[in-house]
T-cell receptor, first 112, second 113 residues
Framework: GESVGLHLPTLSVQEGDNSIINCAYSNSASDYFIWYKQESGKGPQFIID?????DKRQGQRVTVLLNKTVKHLSLQIAATQPGDSAVYFC???????????FGKGTTLSVSS | DAGITQSPRHKVTETGTPVTLRCHQT?????MYWYRQDPGHGLRLIHYSYGVKDTDKGEVSDGYSVSRSKTEDFLLTLESATSSQTSVYFC????????????FGEGSRLTVL
């Protein structure tokens, strides 16, 4: 699989590889985290979320890991497909009732 | 589909003109948000609303105002558009609770010449 350091704006992988996209969040009091996928010309689309009382959550082909000690969030995509090519954003919710605060995004490119 | 529509989807205007973008939802959700998206900045919050006539500023609110006179509509107004407000604007709604995922509209691309 392919992994990236923190905040890299782009990630290129081969079809079938595992992808890991990393994100650092800013507020240790944030209690909710979410990953979005945005395809060209469209609005962001929900992928998976996790609350601060968990350190791992799995969905279909995706896993989110939360490390509160270092305020780090990662999205793992198994068996990456060309349709996974998009920009991926992490977001945090700092307090109830307020808006999500987004990271700058990572562009994932999948080649066949 | 959370039932969000944005209008207009595309607009070109000149510096100094007023512009209003509309976000319409069909499901009576309490929280609505306006974000702008620019290369290298991701999504930044402009304003949000937590009920009719209840709004608050986000991190990039200067030059923008909002209104929410009824639950289903959240309007974003640029009183006097500037070239720095050229951007893609996204409306979002929160469908449950005080925290949780946002559903986004398809975006409104604004170009200020």
């Amino acid at each position: 699989g392919e992994s990236v350091g923190l905040h890299l704006p782009t990630l290129s992988v081969q079809e079938g590889d595992n992808s890991i996209i990393n994100c650092a969040y800013s507020n240790s009091a944030s209690d909710y985290f979410i990953w979005y996928k945005q395809e060209s010309g469209k609005g962001p689309q929900f992928i998976i979320d996790i609350r601060s009382n968990m350190d791992k959550r799995q969905g279909q082909r995706v896993t989110v890991l939360l490390n509160k000690t270092v305020k780090h969030l990662s999205l793992q995509i198994a068996a990456t497909q060309p349709g996974d090519s998009a920009v991926y954003f992490c977001a945090e919710n700092k307090e109830a009732g307020t808006a999500l605060i987004f990271g700058k995004g990572t562009t994932l490119s999948v080649s066949s | 589909d959370a039932g969000i529509t944005q209008s207009p989807r595309h607009k070109v205007t000149e510096t100094g003109t007023p512009v209003t973008l509309r976000c319409h939802q069909t499901e009576n959700h309490r929280y609505m948000y306006w974000y702008r998206q620019d290369p290298g900045h991701g999504l930044r919050l402009i304003h949000y609303s937590y009920g009719v006539k209840d709004t608050d500023k986000g991190e990039v609110s200067d030059g923008y105002s909002v209104s929410r006179s009824k639950t289903e509509d959240f309007l974003l107004t640029l009183e006097s558009a500037t070239s720095s407000q050229t951007s893609v604007y996204f409306c979002a709604i929160r469908t449950s609770g005080d925290t949780g995922e946002l559903f986004f509209g398809e975006g409104s691309r604004l170009t200020v010449l």
